[in-house]
């Protein structure tokens, strides 16, 4: 059974960073890959940043570029979202999804089957 389980949201002033985990069981990084999701309060949930391993790419939302950073731990199956230079309009809930290489084309929460439960993420100003 695949779970997912993100960790690392907390409340930050504006430039401030931080770093969210999301611990995967279940699963193997050789051929699920790991995309970031953001909902804001009254908002979709929109994707942020996902390695796009079926073209060799990585989606980085225009919001987060230069900002936000993804890092692969396999040896604890744990996938980071370093997040620095924080603002106001990063708050949301964040969420890690998983799904099978072969099965996303884009970083639509759509083409994502499995979920965590999502962390809080609230920047100050």
């Known amino acids: 059974e695949v779970s997912l389980v993100e960790s690392g949201g907390g409340l930050v002033q504006a430039g401030g960073s931080l770093r969210l985990s999301c611990a995967a069981s279940?699963?193997?990084?050789?051929?699920?890959?790991i995309g970031w999701f953001r909902q804001a309060p009254g908002e979709e949930r929109d994707g942020i940043l996902c390695?796009?391993?079926?073209?060799?790419?990585?989606y980085y939302a225009d919001s987060v570029k230069g900002r936000f950073t993804i890092a692969t731990d396999n040896a604890t199956n744990t996938v980071f979202l370093q997040m620095n230079n924080l603002k106001p309009e990063d708050t949301g809930v964040y969420y890690c999804a998983a799904d099978l290489k072969i099965a996303i084309a884009s970083c639509s929460a759509d083409e994502y089957l499995y979920w965590g439960q999502g962390t809080q993420v609230t920047v100050s100003s």
């Open positions: 279940g699963l193997s990084f050789e051929h699920y890959q």
């Open positions: 390695e796009i391993a079926s073209e060799g790419t990585t």
